[in-house]
Each structure stands twice: as C-alpha cells, then as structure tokens.
C-alpha cells in the first residue's frame, strides 16, 4: 500500500499540468511503484496466491495504459519508459 506521502510525489513527479492526478503517465508511475512493492512481497511470501493475482492484475492494467501511451503520445511514452526504466 502506498502512503499519501508517497503518492503525492509520484504525482509531482509525472504530472503534465498542475491539477493533474489521473493522466496515464501518472497512473503507470503509481503502478509501476505498486508493481515493485509487491514483488518484494511475493518474494518473501511465495505461497501468497491472491496478491499474486492482484499482481498480474496490475501489471495488465499498466501493459495497457502504456499502450495507449504509445499510441496518442509518443514522445511522453519514450520519456517515461526511460525514467521508470521499464522494458518496451
């Protein structure tokens, strides 16, 4: 789970204008984070089913939204792959 704290600077970080809290470079920055904190989790709990599944959840939601990216802005997709060192 992410804290206020936490989640207010990934939205300063990638927001495009100042009321921005839900463009697509923000909601893969926010899952992009989730993503990392729950593979910590599932390392240590590997029997751990359903966040297992809440991972892959994820994971899909942000593959997609990346997409989406890509299509209709693909100068902010190729700045956010290399700053979230993602794989295209």
């Known amino acids: ?12 970080d990638n927001k495009t204008h100042e009321k921005d809290t839900g463009s697509a470079q923000v909601q893969i920055a926010m899952l992009s984070r989730q993503v990392t904190e729950l593979a910590t989790h599932l390392k240590k709990n590997p029997k751990d089913n359903h966040s297992r599944r809440g991972l892959l959840k994820m994971v899909s939601k942000r593959r997609k939204l990346l997409s989406y990216l890509k299509k ?17």
Request: proline share 3%; hydrophobic share 30%.
């Open 1 to 12: 789970m992410l804290t206020k704290r936490v989640k207010s600077r990934i939205v300063g």
């Open 72 to 88: 209709h802005e693909p100068s902010s997709y190729e700045k956010l792959i290399k700053k979230l060192e993602l794989k295209k």
